[in-house]
């Protein structure tokens, strides 16, 4: 028989519950993507009574319409990214509760719930911007200002994100 020796991951309950102070860049983060939120409600109040009653509601793999509906449909993806934002603001608050794939103690927690935070708010910022940019594209396709999202929108973002994630594991391995 084969014995596999495995590492213990500390349970939530072991770890530290502290929450690490924020710095200037988390302010900024916080601040910006509230920022963002807003500006994309207003900016769908102000072009909502321009739009015709068709409006693109999906888009496909090369970024041109393939789904349609009621004008009333442009207010989804700002409430989706109210939620989206909401929630993730929220989970923020509880880094303790962040799945980590090492041991948690004292002394790494500072600096690893630090990262885990920032890394919230970073995706947070880029969610609310991908949102917003949906959404404006949404409304200058609907009133003829735009011919789609284009052919790099889905490529980029997928490449974006993933890059982003990567280094923010990678850095986390570092920290720990």
């Known amino acids: 028989m084969i014995n596999i020796k495995t590492r213990q991951k500390s349970s939530i309950s072991d770890r530290p519950r502290i929450r690490p102070e924020k710095e200037p860049l988390d302010f900024l983060l916080e601040i910006t993507s509230l920022v963002a939120v807003i500006a994309m409600v207003v900016v ?7 739009l015709p009653h068709t409006i693109p509601t999906h888009f496909n793999g090369a ?7 009621g004008k009333g449909m442009i207010w989804l993806l700002p409430a989706i990214t109210i939620i989206m934002y909401s ?5 923020n608050l509880f880094p303790f509760r962040f799945n980590f794939p090492f041991n948690i ?21 880029l969610l609310v911007i991908l949102f917003f940019y949906l959404t404006w594209q949404s409304i200058s ?5 735009s011919g789609g999202l284009g052919l790099m929108f889905l490529p980029l973002t997928i490449f974006v994100i993933i890059i982003f994630l990567l280094y923010m594991i990678m850095r986390m391995y ?3």
């Open 44 to 50: 769908t109040a102000m072009n909502y009574a321009a």
């Open 87 to 91: 929630v993730l603001s929220v989970v």
């Open 174 to 176: 570092k920290l720990r």
């Open 105 to 125: 103690n004292e002394e790494n927690a500072p600096r690893l719930y630090q990262h885990a935070m920032r890394s919230i708010r970073i995706l947070n910022l």
């Open 141 to 145: 396709l609907a009133n003829g200002k």
């Open 63 to 69: 970024g041109q319409p393939d789904g349609y509906g």
